[in-house]
């Protein structure tokens, strides 16, 4: 491998990990660049968020997506989890007043770490951040299970490698979306947004509400129950 091919690697694995003062300059490109600041934008408004609602990002980066639910959830709590220190600390810079006023928390740390995020979510959603999982379809359902009854759960991703296409993001969004079914929840859909390289999809789920937990049929008794 020649030494150009070495530097690429090494700065396309900032755009993952963020780690010192390149993570850093990784984290400013990623806040500063308009695909993703339309991408983000557009993610939270799919999920509809109300004033009173209880959000979770996981992969929340430099915080736009976190500020942008903060200014919806005004009576609501946001909470984002995210494995990247320099990216912990320039969320928490763009975000400093939410999180002065407790609206906000932010927390470092991996995906298997999810249970230090205490409580249930109206809303959960992660950008261009579940794909790289181990596991991605044991984290959705992991994901899900926090959804308070009629939560909205969304995955969403753009490919940004070279040549990519239309078709990967879309390739990406029904695998995701076939993650959310399997994890129980309703109403699945994939939205797409032109952007380039590719454009942006997003698979949401929503988690049943009481009413409509209430009026499903019971199994027939000694019945097997889908797993």
Do not use: K, Y
Not at 5 to 12: F, G, P, Q, Y
Not at 54 to 72: N, Q, Y
Not at 181 to 193: H, K, N, S, W, Y
């Amino acid at each position: 491998m020649s030494a150009r091919d070495r530097l690429r690697r090494a700065v396309v694995a900032q755009f993952h990990r963020p780690t010192g003062a390149f993570g850093a300059l990784a984290g400013l490109v990623l806040a500063r660049r308009p695909s993703n600041r339309a991408r983000n934008a557009w993610v939270v408004e799919r999920l509809a968020i109300r004033p009173d609602d209880h959000v979770l990002e996981l992969g929340f980066g430099p915080g736009l997506a976190i500020a942008d639910a903060a200014r919806r959830a005004q009576r609501g709590r946001v909470v984002g989890l995210d494995h990247s220190e320099a990216m912990h600390r320039m969320a928490s810079r763009r975000n400093r007043a939410a999180v002065r006023e407790g609206r906000v928390e932010l927390v470092a740390g991996s995906f298997a770490e999810l249970a230090r995020v205490a409580g249930a979510f109206d809303a959960i959603f992660a950008v261009n951040a579940v794909q790289f999982d181990d596991d991605p379809a044991a984290l959705v359902r992991a994901l899900a299970a926090r959804l308070r009854p009629g939560g909205r759960l969304a995955i969403a991703t753009q490919s940004r490698r070279a040549g990519a296409s239309d078709a990967d993001s879309l390739r990406a969004g029904e695998e995701a979306a076939a993650w959310l079914r399997a994890a129980g929840l309703a109403r699945v859909r994939v939205e797409t947004l032109p952007l380039t390289p590719a454009c942006a999809v997003c698979a949401i789920g929503e988690r049943a509400s009481a009413g409509e937990a209430a009026a499903a049929p019971a199994a027939p008794a000694g019945a097997a129950t889908a797993r």
